[in-house]
């Protein structure tokens, strides 16, 4: 963690545009999490340079759903960028649960491999639970940190510690919140989203980062009202515009970790991407706020393989001992 | 979660005083722990009954604090009372970790036990890494649901499922919330402090009973104006009379996890135990509150021996299999 706070020093050039008037009204600083991401990739780079072994993070697909092949392209794109070696266990739709697990013992135990992740949703013919191979990676390599121990672990208050790992979506809003300058200490956080990926870990996150949390999920009442106290707003809700501009105490920093595709005839694809927040209107009352796409996206890519790094690191520093 | 729910069924009696109205003042109804606590007993000694082994729970005990004899005196009556074997392992202060670790070993590997606690904290004179200790207890027998591994499955939603355990008083504090007769989901439940054994679990408990809720913790601002937001109030900072009337929204449900012992000249003790809420005052806003003792505190234990004929329900389902 504080590793990362170090890691990060060109705080000024990351926020695109600082809070300005426009036409009589303030508007946010919009927080790019593409060059936040870029210069993570770039100290990342300059970290490996200094290290004795070439992290290597494997990623295992079943099958091959068009938007894992994207995920996947990107994972691989930037950790060549970063000097880290990625290699993709490309698994054919008929692979069994069996089979599976034979692949991720033999990684567990090669001892080259630093990080393992499971390219998720499976596209498998047969039968395969998710939850139990998800906790077959030895937590020591789970640099998704998706396994119930990594979970129990930050749950226990261990953020990324000696062997623990924070799932690579929280991980990145908690630095995107960072670089808007709030003090995340005695504010109070709204986590929209339970998630085992985004929501449940965020939560965690903050609250160890002594923020007041307060996790809203689809069964909460009065919404609105509950977002209007908070000083940050963490959106993970899967629904395109649910956060809109009257909910949000003026100044509030805006995290948006949605990203759907809605159709668009302006646009040569007919589609463009959005978040769960009404970025338009939001940003004229928030202080702070991420786009979608260029927010949470490349944040995710850039902290899964911080998170390798990190594995080598600790990997080396044990074999030393 | 919905057996106990079953296990349950005399509500009306429970709560001993109904809301009622002293010289025009509203009272609260006083949710009894000592008599819900009592009512699980009487059920899991019917289910005991009819198991064809007897539960067995072992508690590790490293020296011997006044305070650890008197929990664990206590753990052994309830469990006794319920028809589960409650097995003392007394060792002295000087055991080291090593040995400790090996006791652990033999009570994993032993299938007549089906719970194993170590009673924290230990008093021992060579250094024990506690943390380790906790995760070294099987987590199907982990009834103190104290590892990081039972602490992410419950992160993950996974209450008191198939392999995993909730810490005790987090769930009987669940129990004395449904007493109330609040309507969980939905409600927004504050939950003051994030420790491994209380705050934290309860907060993902009700989470997981689809609440909204807010962790407020030692790093927290406008801590008042944040509690009376809540439907359900939870407290477990270890501080007398922390929670004022003042904080609450008319109507809360009032739940005390604090127990400290005050000088108190009237009594023959010399002191008296007191919570982290102002009792006497809250108890005229509150719709329901837990006194101390008799509040939490036997729920404690109830949900101990509770886990433990779970575990061994578990074991027998799994050995049929």
Known sequence: MTRLINLITQTNSIIRRS???IGGKTMAKIISGKEVSGQIQAKLREEVGKLSVKPQLAIIQVGSRDDSN???K???KFAEEAGVLATHHKLPKSTTQEQLIDKLHNLNQDSSVHGIIVQLPLESDSPINTD???NLIDPEKDVDGLSDINAGKLMHGQVNGMNSYVPCTPFGCLELIKQSGVQIAGSHAVVLGRSKIVGSPMAQLLVWNNATVTIVHSRSKN???????ADIVVAAVGQPFFVKKDWLKPGAVVIDCGITSIPDSTRKSGYRLVGDVDY???KEVASAITPVPGGVGPMTVAMLIYNTVDAAKKSLAK???
Not at 223 to 229: K, Q
């Open 132 to 134: 139990q191979i998800t």
């Open 70 to 72: 994207v995920y996947i």
């Open 280 to 282: 338009d209107q939001c």
């Open 74 to 76: 990107n994972k691989i």
């Open 19 to 21: 809070s300005t008037s």
């Open 223 to 229: 919404i609105p009202e509950t977002v209007r106290n």
């Open 319 to 321: 074999s030393r001992k």
